[in-house]
């Protein structure tokens, strides 16, 4: 029943709400949480509602209907800086417009914050107050529609929210219910001898309406050069106007000269003269002077006044020679300063009087004579005079180079002027021996180059040996420990040709060389043909041999004899053999026969053979104390008897014996009777 009246309440309070015009309320017809009342206000409505002051306050709360949860209200904590706000124009909230209710806000809440804000409305106690409460909380959003708007008091006042209306509250320079009207200046039309440019923001001669003016040529401006129209309705000044500018000519000053533009007495505008002096007077003044404003001149004339320089004091441990001893010398006086030995002048050594009071140069100063220590050379020492950081006058430094360097500059050196010596600082260059070349058919390796301690290696290419020493050294002196060695063609020992042949070689007997061995008809070469020279001053093998071609041995034929010379060697090339067969034999080939280029006989060796005759009588044939009957064995089988002993006696005999041997044997063949053997 309570939510049917409050149902009805909130259809007519919105129907009632909704015909006022200007600002006005309206509220949610159930209860939300605050995030939802805030999201509900801005999606229907301009915010939640922000109330400005206490007679809002009261309008609310007579207006509204009860509702047991009560109003959310438009104010809630900020967070980050722990303040009330308001949370549709983000302003905090301020003392004056406090509504709190005894006691709140306290933040009574357990388990949340209590950071949204509630109005009581119709409430016993405390009625229209306000409370602070959990955000989570569910009441009735209160929301208000803005009256103003942006083209509001036409943009030239702010617009105030009322109850139901709002007003301007407008700008300097307009009025009106709605600031609909500007301020207005009186017109002006401008300055004789000049000219007047306006600008107008809101109207001609109208508010903030600005105008500037300016003088032709000869005149000047009396007055402000901007005039604007003020709120009140004035030019805040009276308007300019132009005067034309003349200066009186001004005064020549004593012992000096006025030049002016032109020679009146009068001169106008932008009129100049320029002032100088007479020789020995100073102008005290600006040299020019313009006629800028009404009778008056940029600058006051200047004054000549004669040209004095007070007396330079002389410097300690110097001398001052100056052309007049007056305290106060005239002008173009001149000093001239010097220093005592072991000093030096830092300053002009001369000084002239040329403008009052002031010399065209300070009087300088006589410092002692200083040098910073040189510096040492690198990879050499230095010994001087003191030991102090900073060295005097004449003080001297001698300097010495390590081992294996050479002084390059002066030995000594002088301080004679600051920071100056005689000589500058030395080097200590290493020592360079000459570079060294490869020799020719080698190479050169060196370490660090040709400086003092490097050293070189020589080698010589294949086949050629060094002559001298293979490792130089660079010493002190500037030179090697010995002289570049040689590489020599590597020589083998010379051949010689064979017994029986020849040797063709190419050139010398040097590396690489080739030689070739050849033997005469009738002789093979044993070893090798071809030699070449080595690098280790060897033949490739040793040299070849010639040797005869040796042909087959011979035997002395069966019953016959053989003679052999021989050239070279038995039965070698050239060995010559002749055959002869004993009685009643007959030679069967050549008597003659020779060993051959080819190392063959020349012809088959000739065989003995009996020659058949006939038998006279049977006869017996004795053989020592053997005897047998013609009519027991055959001519064949003594002849297979006789060979078989004779083949075991042939070497026993020789050519010359032969036919002795077969006589002894008693051999004869019968004539008759081939068959007959006695």
């Not at 010398?329 to 072991?342: A, H, I, Q, V």
Request: hydrophobic share 25%; proline share 5%; with cysteine.
């Amino acid at each position: 029943m309570a939510y049917l009246v409050f149902l009805f309440l909130t259809v007519y309070g919105l129907a009632l709400i909704s015909c006022v015009q200007g600002w006005t309320y309206n509220y949610s017809p159930y209860n939300m949480t605050y995030d939802d009342a805030y999201k509900y206000c801005t999606e229907k409505y301009t915010s939640m509602v922000a109330i400005q002051n206490l007679i809002e306050n009261e309008h609310l709360n007579n207006i509204l209907p009860r509702n047991e949860a009560y109003y959310w209200i438009g104010i809630r904590k900020n967070k980050s800086t722990g303040k009330w706000t308001w949370v549709g124009t983000n302003k905090v909230l301020t003392k004056e417009a406090e509504n709190w209710a005894k006691g709140e806000p306290n933040n009574l809440s357990n388990n949340k914050d209590e950071d949204c804000v509630e109005m009581y409305v119709k409430r016993p106690n405390d009625t229209g107050k306000w409370n602070d409460d959990p955000c989570s909380k569910k009441k009735v959003a209160l929301c208000y529609t803005a009256s103003c708007h942006s083209s509001s008091c036409n943009n030239h006042g702010e617009c105030i929210e009322n109850i139901n209306n709002h007003t301007c509250n407008c700008y300097d320079g307009f009025y009106g219910e709605e600031c609909e009207h500007v301020v207005t200046c009186p017109e002006i039309n401008g300055t004789d001898h000049g000219s007047m440019t306006c600008s107008h923001v809101n109207g001609n001669f109208t508010y903030l309406s600005n105008c500037h003016f300016n003088c032709s040529d000869g005149y000047v401006l009396v007055g402000s050069e901007n005039l604007s129209c003020t709120k009140d309705g004035d030019w805040g000044a009276h308007v300019p106007h132009c005067k034309e500018i003349q200066c009186k000519r001004p005064e020549v000053p004593l012992n000096g000269v006025i030049r002016c533009s032109n020679d009146s007495e009068i001169l106008t505008d932008k009129s100049m003269c320029n002032f100088s002096c007479n020789d020995g007077f100073s102008l005290v003044g600006s040299t020019s002077v313009i006629c800028m404003t009404p009778g008056q001149w940029t600058e006051e004339p200047p004054k000549c006044n004669a040209i004095q320089c007070k007396r330079p004091e002389e410097p300690e441990n110097g001398v001052m020679d100056c052309s007049d001893n007056k305290e106060m010398l005239p002008y173009k006086s001149s000093c001239n300063f010097k220093c005592k030995e072991g000093f030096n002048l830092v300053g002009s050594p001369s000084t002239k009087c040329m403008s009052p009071y002031q010399w065209t140069e300070e009087p300088p100063r006589c410092e002692a004579i200083q040098c910073q220590h040189p510096e040492i050379p690198r990879n050499g020492t230095m010994q001087c005079s003191s030991n102090e950081e900073i060295l005097h006058y004449n003080s001297s430094c001698i300097f010495t180079c390590n081992e294996g360097y050479t002084l390059v500059g002066s030995l000594k050196t002088k301080c004679i002027a600051p920071d100056h010596w005689t000589n500058e600082p030395p080097k200590c260059e290493v020592v360079q021996c000459s570079s060294l070349l490869a020799p020719t058919n080698g190479q050169v390796e060196c370490q660090n180059g040709s400086k003092y301690n490097s050293k070189c290696t020589f080698s010589c290419a294949e086949g050629f040996k060094m002559v001298g020493s293979s490792d130089l050294q660079c010493q002190i002196s500037g030179n090697w420990t010995s002289s570049v060695p040689t590489c020599q063609a590597v020589q083998c020992a010379p051949l010689v040709a064979p017994d029986n042949g020849e040797i063709k070689c190419q050139e010398s007997s040097s590396y690489k060389s080739q030689c070739l061995f050849t033997c005469q008809q009738g002789f093979k070469l044993i070893g090798s043909s071809d030699l070449s020279c080595l690098s280790s001053g060897k033949w490739t093998s040793a040299a070849p041999k010639c040797e005869a071609l040796k042909c087959e041995a011979l035997t002395v034929p069966l019953m016959g004899k053989m003679n052999c010379t021989h050239l070279s060697g038995e039965f070698e090339y050239g060995s010559v053999c002749t055959f002869d067969c004993g009685y009643d034999l007959s030679l069967n080939g050549s008597s003659t026969i020779e060993c051959d280029s080819s190392g063959r006989w020349s012809t088959e060796p000739p065989t003995c053979e009996v020659v058949k005759r006939p038998i006279i009588s049977p006869t017996y044939i004795t053989v020592g104390a053997v005897s047998a009957s013609a009519s027991l064995m055959s001519v064949a089988g003594l002849l297979l008897w006789l060979a078989k002993r004779f083949r075991k006696t042939a070497k026993k005999f020789t050519p010359s014996n032969s036919y002795q041997h077969l006589e002894a044997a008693g051999v004869y063949q019968n004539t008759n009777d081939s068959n007959g053997i006695a």
